[in-house]
T-cell receptor, first 110, second 117 residues
Framework: RKEVEQDPGPFNVPEGATVAFNCTYSNSASQSFFWYRQDCRKEPKLLMSVYSSGNEDGRFTAQLNRASQYISLLIRDSKLSDSATYLCVVNPPGGFKTIFGAGTRLFVKA | DTEVTQTPKHLVMGMTNKKSLKCEQHMGHRAMYWYKQKAKKPPELMFVYSYEKLSINESVPSRFSPECPNSSLLNLHLHALQPEDSALYLC????????????????FGNGTRLTVT
C-alpha cells in the first residue's frame, strides 16, 4: 500500500460546481497535513494546512479524519482559475519525511 | 513572489559537464530540501538538510552532490548526468519540526528546469 494515495483524476467540472478530493494515508502516527496547488510548469504552492478540527478559507474547506486516515479538500463555487493540480502532503514521524500524493488534476470549464 | 530563490531558472547541460544549482532563503528556516519533479508526477524527495547537516539522502546517485554552506544557502552539484535526469529541480525550506517530524509547510522556490543532452 502506498504511503499516500490520491485519485489522479482528472476532474472536469463546470464553473460554479462544488468538487471534493480525498487523500488517504497509511501511517496512523502522521502528524501534519497540507494541501498544495501546482499550476503547469510552476512550483507547488501551499493552499491550506489541515487541522484536526477542520478549517475553512473562503471557498476552500479542508478536513482530517484520523479514524479513517484521510484528508479532504472541498472547493465550492469553482472558478476557471481553480484549474490546477492539487497535491496532498502528509508528514509521518521520523526522518523529516514529507510525502506527496500523486496529485489530482482539476479542470474547471466555462 | 517566492521567498525561496533558485538559480538558474533553466539549465541545459551535456553529460560530461559539471554545473551547480543554487538555492537561497532568508526566512530563518533551518530545514532545506531538494526535490526532483518529472512531468505529471509529484515532487520526489532527494535530500534534506537540518541545521546545515544532511539528514536524509533518498538513495540519490552520487552524480548529485548536495552542499549546505550555511543556514541560508543550499547547492546541488551536478556531474556526469544522464538524459533521464532532465526534470524540474525544486528547493524548499521549512521552519518548524518536532524532533524529526516536519510540522510546518514547505516553501518552494520557482525551480530549475534542467535538460541533459
Amino acid at each position: 500500500r502506498k504511503e499516500v494515495e490520491q485519485d489522479p483524476g482528472p476532474f472536469n467540472v463546470p464553473e460554479g460546481a462544488t468538487v471534493a478530493f480525498n487523500c488517504t494515508y497509511s501511517n496512523s502516527a502522521s502528524q501534519s497535513f497540507f494541501w498544495y496547488r501546482q499550476d503547469c510548469r510552476k512550483e507547488p504552492k501551499l493552499l491550506m494546512s489541515v487541522y484536526s478540527s477542520g478549517n475553512e478559507d473562503g471557498r476552500f474547506t479542508a478536513q482530517l479524519n484520523r479514524a479513517s486516515q484521510y484528508i479532504s479538500l472541498l472547493i465550492r463555487d469553482s472558478k476557471l482559475s481553480d484549474s490546477a493540480t492539487y497535491l496532498c502532503v502528509v508528514n509521518p514521524p521520523g526522518g523529516f519525511k514529507t510525502i506527496f500524493g500523486a496529485g489530482t488534476r482539476l479542470f474547471v470549464k466555462a | 513572489d517566492t521567498e525561496v530563490t533558485q538559480t538558474p531558472k533553466h539549465l541545459v547541460m551535456g553529460m560530461t559537464n559539471k554545473k551547480s544549482l543554487k538555492c537561497e532563503q532568508h526566512m530563518g528556516h533551518r530545514a532545506m530540501y531538494w526535490y526532483k519533479q518529472k512531468a505529471k508526477k509529484p515532487p520526489e524527495l532527494m535530500f534534506v538538510y537540518s541545521y546545515e547537516k544532511l539528514s536524509i539522502n533518498e538513495s540519490v546517485p552520487s552524480r548529485f552532490s548536495p552542499e549546505c554552506p550555511n543556514s541560508s544557502l543550499l547547492n546541488l552539484h551536478l556531474h556526469a548526468l544522464q538524459p533521464e535526469d532532465s526534470a524540474l529541480y525544486l528547493c524548499a525550506s521549512s521552519q518548524d519540526f518536532k524532533g524529526r517530524v516536519v510540522v510546518s509547510p514547505l516553501h518552494f522556490g520557482n525551480g530549475t528546469r534542467l535538460t541533459v543532452t
